[in-house]
């Protein structure tokens, strides 16, 4: 079928006129019908108008297609804190309302302009604050694994959906995790790029010094192949980089050889559920065996990490989101004055997570608290980036683990806010340092605590390698050998 194949495998086959792009758009809309009422990673999509996008990258192919266009016929969706022009942008939160974006985020308009169909929006953590996909205004996304699970967040359905073959690669955005921890806990490929790699222009903001939009595929040749595609300087963002692209994929030889991962020890901490450990282990030695250097090395401000970026995240979300007024645009609750239409369009319409986010991040903006909790937090910051970079003197990336637990049941933690926060611990220092990482499928934990019936059910667990500033090709490299090496990216869930 031709919504299993990745988007390298779908490509040369539309090219070869294998396969037509109707068929594969409608062989995803076959799956998302089948499985949507278990797992719902999707908010929206719109049929008519991807078999419409189908039948005209059809055209263009049987016309000998676009060699300009690496993605003609190739079905994407993205995640719904991403603008697409004519398409409904909620966030996953009742406070837009029926709102359409009148544009295209820079990254949908350069995947449209590579001739990929845009066929849906996927679920999300409200305005991408948390990490389980509960926190929707449209309900929680289940793992494909192990409906009763968490697919991870916040975008656990662009991950639930390429896992589950509803899409052939997804987009995501990653402020502290939010593409790489589900990609894990859902046996992908995630991949959050350096700060400024690609633009923001379009993505609706959470924590702005953090936000990166990433991938969700089926491989890491897809990572590189969207990336390529979607990375590059764009003046509508001023943080957006103006290095050139390079051509990724074409750098996937499998070779390894002379280069050095380094291992931090504040990785391998207690509370580390043992077969992740094992799993992380087995994937170090199988980086020795490719002839790669294995180097202990040491990030000692990690500790830091979770205190630092949920002060820096949320005096950040705070402000960004003191633009949903219930005025502008999106859901209105009417009140007898401004401040009340603003009380109340705001108490409805923002879910518990995220007003618990705006008062915190307002919290430490306050008088009095600025310079106590917000300015400290940014001096750590700038420590954690230090470590990074000192590290990257001795080894071309590090490799850790990219969750302390495989996916967990859906309602566990959500009554915990701390040990729903403590699920990023390997994640955000990413984010904070502002570099780049990578997640790659490294195996799979046994079900210990299911009924007698269900106890061969397995869940993904996924390898994180993280590089330095614009070290997308060394991690795309490094992950493809590994990738290449092991068979746990050709699993697939039993749906």
């Known amino acids: 079928m031709p919504n299993r194949l990745s988007v390298s495998e779908l490509s040369a086959r539309l090219a070869r006129c294998e396969v037509s792009a109707r068929q594969a758009v409608q062989a995803c809309l076959d799956q998302i019908q089948r499985l949507e009422p278990a797992i719902h990673a999707f908010i929206s999509h719109?049929?008519?108008?991807?078999?419409?996008?189908?039948?005209?990258?059809?055209q263009?192919?049987?016309?000998?297609?676009?060699?300009a266009r690496p993605l003609l016929g190739v079905p994407i969706a993205t995640k719904d804190v991403i603008a697409v022009q004519g398409h409904p942008l909620n966030c996953g939160s009742k406070?837009?309302?029926?709102?359409?974006?009148?544009?295209?985020?820079?990254?949908?308009?350069?995947l449209k302009a590579a001739g990929a169909i845009i066929l849906g929006r996927l679920n999300m953590d409200e305005?991408?604050?948390?990490?389980?996909?509960?926190?929707?205004?449209?309900?929680?996304?289940?793992?494909?694994?192990?409906?009763?699970?968490?697919?991870?967040?916040s975008s656990g359905g662009s991950a639930a959906a390429v896992a589950a073959d509803e899409?052939?690669?997804?987009?995501?955005?990653?402020?502290?995790?939010?593409?790489?921890?589900?990609?894990?806990?859902?046996g992908c490929v995630g991949l959050k790029p350096t700060y400024g790699r690609v633009s923001r222009y379009g993505l609706v903001a959470y924590a702005s010094s953090l936000d990166q939009i990433g991938t969700c595929t089926k491989t890491v040749r897809d990572a590189a192949l969207l990336l390529e595609v979607i990375a590059g300087h764009d003046p509508r963002d001023s943080t957006s980089l103006p290095q050139a692209v390079p051509s990724y994929s074409t750098k996937?030889?499998?070779?390894?050889?002379?280069?050095?991962?380094?291992?931090?020890?504040?990785?391998?901490?207690?509370?580390?559920?043992?077969?992740v450990k094992a799993a992380v282990a087995a994937a170090v030695n199988k980086f020795e065996e490719l002839g790669a250097e294995v180097i202990e090395?040491?990030?000692?401000?990690?500790?830091?990490?979770?205190?630092?970026?949920?002060?820096?995240?949320?005096?950040?979300?705070?402000?960004?989101?003191?633009?949903?007024?219930?005025?502008?645009?999106?859901?209105?609750?009417p009140g007898e004055d401004t401040l009340e239409l603003y009380c109340r369009t705001r108490g409805r319409g923002f879910g518990a997570e995220v007003k618990r986010r705006i008062i915190l991040g307002t919290y430490v903006l306050s008088g009095g608290y600025h310079d106590a909790y917000y300015l400290r937090a940014q001096k750590v910051r700038t420590l954690i980036r230090r470590d990074f970079l000192r590290a990257?003197?001795?080894?071309?990336?590090?490799?850790?683990?990219?969750?302390?637990?495989?996916?967990?049941?859906?309602?566990?933690?959500?009554?915990?806010?701390?040990?729903?926060?403590?699920?990023?611990?390997?994640?955000?220092?990413?984010?904070?340092?502002?570099?780049?990482?990578?997640?790659?499928?490294?195996?799979?934990?046994?079900v210990t605590d299911a009924p007698p019936a269900a106890r061969s059910m397995r869940l993904p667990i996924g390898l994180q390698l993280l590089g330095k500033p614009l070290g997308e090709e060394t991690l795309l490299r490094l992950g493809h050998a590994y990738e290449q090496a092991t068979p746990w990216h050709l699993e697939k869930p039993p749906l």
Request: aromatic share 8%; hydrophobic share 40%; glycine share 12%.
């Open 46 to 58: 719109l049929p008519a108008d991807a078999l419409e996008q189908a039948d005209a990258a059809d």
């Open 60 to 67: 263009l192919l049987a016309a000998g297609g676009d060699f």
């Open 95 to 110: 406070i837009l309302g029926n709102f359409i974006s009148p544009y295209d985020a820079t990254a949908i308009a350069k």
């Open 127 to 153: 305005f991408a604050m948390g990490s389980s996909t509960e926190n929707s205004a449209f309900g929680p996304t289940r793992n494909p694994w192990d409906t009763t699970r968490i697919p991870g967040g």
């Open 167 to 186: 899409i052939i690669a997804a987009l995501g955005s990653d402020t502290g995790g939010s593409v790489r921890q589900p990609a894990a806990l859902c």
């Open 252 to 275: 996937l030889n499998g070779e390894i050889r002379g280069l050095k991962v380094g291992l931090p020890k504040e990785y391998l901490v207690g509370g580390l559920d043992p077969q």
């Open 297 to 333: 090395v040491s990030l000692p401000h990690t500790d830091y990490a979770i205190a630092s970026y949920y002060i820096i995240a949320t005096a950040e979300a705070s402000a960004n989101l003191a633009r949903f007024d219930g005025v502008r645009y999106g859901a209105r609750v």
């Open 392 to 446: 990257f003197e001795q080894v071309d990336a590090l490799i850790t683990p990219t969750t302390p637990t495989a996916a967990f049941k859906l309602g566990e933690k959500s009554g915990d806010p701390l040990q729903m926060y403590l699920e990023d611990i390997f994640t955000i220092s990413c984010n904070l340092a502002g570099i780049c990482g990578l997640v790659v499928p490294c195996g799979f934990a046994s």
